[in-house]
């Protein structure tokens, strides 16, 4: 069975510009999270969709945001970029509900110039 | 303010040695924790998970413990291989959100 999958792998933006993040889940699994990951934070949680609904929200602005889509493949996408969203973006996918075992894809690197 | 990076807690040990890497989790109330290693370059890969009616639990090389008395949780890494040289985090499941609050990792480096 694939895992978990994120395009594209790596991303250089500028400042005041906006991404989209792609992330389709391992197949079967209904529940989508996605995680901001720095040197400075560590894992961080953004935010959790479960058949095309949001479910939780951590705490970000509100120029990150997300969605899923009926095949449970997810977008997150982030507005108004800063030199601070510069990260890695990881996207993880369990069977049901977030809090069950989460399966990670490989991240999406982001560099915001 | 300026950022600073997390200092990662870190490990050496010899290969062929056990080693065991600690986590204190926050929350009393956690019912379910999983350990998971994290590659330079990838992204966090699941080890193994214990429920909080439990104290131990064996996979293959790894053992997880948990003392639920003192919030603490191990990972127990039998005959280490330089494979296994990476970062670990633990990460607990609590709240009515029932979300995963990852810990801020431990690197583990196997010395030849």
């Known amino acids: 069975k694939a895992g978990v999958t994120q395009t594209p792998r790596y991303l250089i933006k500028t400042r005041g510009q906006q991404v989209t993040l792609s992330c389709s889940p391992i197949?079967?699994?209904?529940?989508v999270s996605w995680y901001q990951q720095t040197p400075g934070q560590g894992l961080q949680f953004l935010f959790e969709?479960?058949?095309?609904?949001?479910?939780n929200k951590g705490n970000f602005p509100g120029r990150f945001s997300g969605r899923q889509f009926s095949n449970s493949r997810s977008e997150m996408n982030v507005s108004t970029l800063e030199l601070g969203d510069s990260a890695l973006y990881l996207c993880?996918?369990?069977?049901?509900?977030?809090?069950?075992?989460?399966?990670f894809g490989p991240g999406t690197r982001l560099l915001v110039l | 303010g300026e950022s600073v990076g997390l200092h990662l807690p870190t490990l050496s040990v010899q290969e062929g040695d056990n080693s065991i890497i600690n986590c204190a989790y926050s929350?009393?109330?956690?019912?379910?924790f999983i350990w998971y290693k994290q590659e330079s370059g990838k992204g966090p890969q699941f080890i193994i998970d214990?429920?909080?009616?439990?104290d131990k639990r064996q996979g293959q090389r790894v053992t997880v413990l948990l003392n639920k008395t003192v919030k603490h949780l191990s990972l127990q890494i039998a005959a280490t291989q330089p494979g296994d040289s990476a970062v670990y985090f633990c990460?607990?499941?609590?709240?009515?959100?029932?979300?995963?609050?990852f810990g801020s990792g431990t690197q583990l480096t196997v010395l030849p």
């Open positions: 993880a996918s369990s069977l049901a509900v977030a809090g069950e075992t989460q399966y």
């Open positions: 990460a607990e499941r609590t709240g009515s959100a029932r979300q995963l609050t």
């Open positions: 969709y479960f058949s095309e609904t949001q479910r």
């Open positions: 214990i429920r909080s009616n439990m």
């Open positions: 929350n009393s109330a956690s019912d379910y």
């Open positions: 197949s079967g699994h209904r529940s």
